[in-house]
């Protein structure tokens, strides 16, 4: 059955650095398109990058401005979401999720759902 487990979170300073990875089973990895979301207290979850199966397209919130990578390796069937440049307002809930689409779909019919991992950025 499809598993998906994030790591990498932490507490880090502004300006810093962290390095997400999910790690994916249960299904052919890179044939699918893998989203990271996040989600802060109080806030609705929001989608955050997005790296399809077929040609790797990726795709970004507008507001990451430039701060966040994404990137996959099919060997190893993981995603990593680097992150750069850290800001206080990108403490979050972070999650993986695929709809087991070719491609990255906003609205697909189902996802499904790593535990997440947090990340607190503060001084």
């Known amino acids: 059955q499809v598993h998906l487990v994030e790591s990498g979170g932490g507490l880090v300073q502004p300006g810093g650095s962290l390095r997400l990875s999910c790690a994916a089973s249960g299904f052919t990895f890179d044939r699918y398109a893998i989203g990271w979301f996040r989600q802060a207290p109080g806030k609705e979850r929001e989608a955050v990058s997005c790296?399809?199966?077929?040609?790797?397209?990726?795709y970004y919130a507008a507001t990451l401005k430039g701060r966040f990578t994404i990137s996959r390796d099919n060997a190893k069937n993981t995603v990593a979401l680097q992150m750069n440049s850290l800001k206080p307002e990108d403490t979050a809930v972070y999650y993986c999720a695929t709809d087991l689409n070719y491609y990255c779909d906003p609205e697909p019919q189902q996802r499904y759902w790593g535990q997440g991992t947090q990340v607190s950025v503060s001084s």
């Open positions: 790296i399809s199966g077929s040609d790797s397209a990726i």
